[in-house]
């Protein structure tokens, strides 16, 4: 009887013991399953990181599309397109269209994609009565200034741009020679000029070397380089101005304030 009470004791135990390193081994895989959780997460936070990065939100940017073509995005993805009608890079929705003038490889509005409420400025508006206007646009403030003043451009029928996106000033030239404005935009601060250089239509690259030492600005790049095409890299080379940025077709840059 003792014997028998005895075995029934060791095998309650033995019950309990068992019963005790299940709930351990559960317990082991509840931490181990919060733990996978924890790595989700953190995966998944650094990953929005990089996507917000490769996204440039943090930064202006810039895409050169050629000739005289130019796509610009602001850091909150405000889309701003100048003179339409080379290269590629139309589909991003665009919520302004700046035209220089009339001549169409610059006026191709048409390949734009455009948001609903896309603003459009052409030089109609932007040079109305010989008043140069200002506009702001979603945060973009846009100066029209002076342009053409040579044979093929009118300076009543044509504009340049000084487009302010996050606080970085881009002077985009237009079809033109040097005009008298030129000289004030020294004071201005001035971080990308976009000179035109073909020295068929506009200036050659030597007189648009020459405004870019008047203008001062931090970078001084060359566009409108050949009649007709996306770029002449030649031409480009002959473009011997200070601070000089040479920007390939396709190529987007990150705008800075340096
Ligand atoms: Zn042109």
Same mark, same amino acid.
């Given at each position: 009887m003792n014997l028998k009470k005895y075995i029934c004791m060791f095998g309650l135990l033995m019950l309990l013991l068992l019963l005790a390193s299940c709930q351990t081994t559960t317990q082991n895989a509840s931490t181990a399953e919060t733990t996978d959780i924890t790595d989700a997460s953190a995966i998944k936070i650094q990953a929005s990181q990089e996507t917000t990065e490769n996204n440039g939100d943090s930064a202006a940017k810039l895409l050169y599309?050629? /000739?005289?073509s130019l796509r610009l995005t602001s850091k909150d993805g405000t889309v701003i397109y100048v003179?339409? *009608? !080379? @290269?590629? +890079? *139309?589909?991003?929705? !665009?919520d302004i269209i700046l035209v220089t003038h009339q001549h169409s490889d610059h006026n191709q509005i048409q390949l734009v994609t455009q948001k609903p409420d896309c603003t459009i400025i052409s030089n109609a508006e932007a040079l109305a009565g010989g008043t140069h206007n200002s506009f702001s646009v979603k945060g973009i403030d846009i100066q029209s200034v002076e342009a053409g003043n040579n044979p093929n451009h009118d300076i009543t029928q044509c504009v340049g741009y000084i487009i302010t996106i996050d606080g970085i000033k881009v002077y985009?030239? +237009?079809?033109?020679?040097?005009?008298?404005?030129?000289?004030?935009?020294?004071?201005? +601060?001035?971080n990308y000029a976009f000179l035109p250089c073909d020295g068929t239509y506009n200036m050659d690259a030597k007189t648009a070397a020459e405004c870019a030492k008047l203008i001062n600005a931090k970078h001084n790049i060359p566009y409108h380089? /050949?009649? @007709?095409?996306?770029?002449d890299e030649q031409v480009a080379e002959n473009f011997?101005?200070?601070n000089r940025l040479i920007i390939q077709p396709g190529d987007e840059i990150v705008l800075t304030g340096d």
């Open positions: 599309q050629g /000739h005289a003179d339409p *009608y !080379a @290269g590629d +890079g *139309y589909d991003v929705p !665009a985009v030239a +237009g079809d033109t020679s040097k005009t008298d404005q030129m000289s004030t935009f020294a004071d201005m +601060g001035l380089t /050949h009649p @007709g095409e996306l770029f011997d101005a200070p």
